[in-house]
């Protein structure tokens, strides 16, 4: 018996871009994305949202169990906390572009009706949803990209990345062909996580506030 590839195997979202079009064409064809396995058990698509028109990107590693619920992405605490800091730092959140390195929730079960475990993509994963992630920035063409967190930074720099050397700083990087400015930071989750909560979400306001200067 010949075994037929299915279009998941092969770990390119690149088939599954439209040939014209905005974000409009771009959010309707990735409800369709099958370009890796994580489609399988996410609930659908979350593509990035806000105005074609934004001068700042926001960059997070991938969708959470309220965000694929929704099909929005940092509609979940982690969102709100980071609505919080934009907004501290001088950032309107209204006037960004938010999107996810990876467009599927990948997750651990335990058994049905359990919670749902956030669990990290792999370089892969990422890699094959980089198309995506680069249409978005050429339609968007942001002045500046905020790169929530490790996963992020490493779908857009590689493996090396680490954000606790380069946070709060202003990278100058080729990104999918274009130069882009970059300031990393942690992820709003693992301010949720820290131990020294309001020292965490202090570090990721100070981070913004770099940001903020950088667009001014």
């Not at 014209?20 to 659908?44: E, I, K, V």
């Amino acid at each position: 018996m010949v075994r037929t590839s299915a279009p998941e195997d092969a770990y390119t979202a690149e088939p599954f871009l439209p040939g014209r079009g905005g974000l409009t064409a771009l959010r309707r064809a990735a409800a369709d994305c099958r370009g890796c396995p994580l489609h399988r058990d996410a609930t659908q698509t979350v593509f990035g949202a806000g105005d074609t028109d934004a001068r700042v990107m926001l960059l997070g590693e991938q969708p959470g169990d309220q965000e694929d619920r929704q099909g929005k992405p940092f509609v979940g605490p982690a969102g709100k906390l980071l609505d919080r800091a934009l907004e501290e730092a001088g950032i309107d959140p209204s006037e960004a572009y938010v999107t996810n390195a990876v467009k599927h929730f990948k997750f651990t079960q335990a058994e049905p009706r359990k919670r749902r475990i956030h669990k990290a993509p792999s370089l892969r994963e990422m890699t094959a949803c980089g198309p995506w992630l680069a249409a978005e920035l050429a339609v968007v063409e942001p002045e500046l990209i905020v790169v929530l967190g490790a996963t992020a930074g490493k779908a857009l720099l590689g493996s090396s990345f680490r954000v606790t050397q380069v946070r709060g700083t202003v990278l100058e990087e080729e990104i999918h062909g274009r130069p882009e400015r970059l300031v990393p930071t942690v992820h709003p989750s693992s301010v949720l996580r820290s131990d020294d909560r309001e020292a965490a979400y202090r570090g990721l306001v100070s981070d913004l506030k770099v940001a903020a200067d950088a667009l001014a």
